[in-house]
Nanobody
Framework: QVQLVESGGGLVQAGGSLRLSCAASGRTFSRYTMAWFRQAPGKEREFVAAVRWSGGSTHHANSVKGRFTISRDNAKNTVDLQMNSLKPEDTAVYYC??????????????????WGQGTQVTVSS
């Protein structure tokens, strides 16, 4: 069993920055693919970024590439999402997720076994 707890959301003006953090429990954290998803009101949950456990490769959605950066610290069991140059369209609830199966396709929510409760990010124009 893995528990994920997000923190760091809030209200920020367009062009500003926020850093989200996800703290995970579980002894095998280092072997999970970790990801961030987001869901805006009336929209489906969408992939934002992921970091694989094998090799630590990172992947970012085109909509956030160059602005957001995912990173993980296996010693601390944390995964962070640094968000810069925020836009109003980034407003959403952001969720941390863990995939214990090292799924080949890791950009869909169905690949993930564990989810956090979410943290609200609001970007004002």
């Amino acid at each position: 069993q893995v528990q994920l707890v997000e923190s760091g959301g809030g209200l920020v003006q367009a062009g500003g920055s926020l850093r989200l953090s996800c703290a995970a429990s579980g002894r095998t954290f280092s072997r999970y693919t970790m990801a961030w998803f987001r869901q805006a009101p009336g929209k489906e949950r969408e992939f934002v970024a992921a970091v694989r456990w094998s090799g630590g490769s990172t992947h970012h959605a085109n909509s956030v590439k160059g602005r957001f950066t995912i990173s993980r610290d296996n010693a601390k069991n944390t995964v962070d999402l640094q968000m810069n140059s925020l836009k109003p369209e980034d407003t959403a609830v952001y969720y941390c997720a863990a995939d214990a199966q090292e799924s080949v396709v890791f950009t869909t929510s169905t690949a993930y076994d564990y989810w956090g409760q979410g943290t609200q990010v609001t970007v004002s124009s």
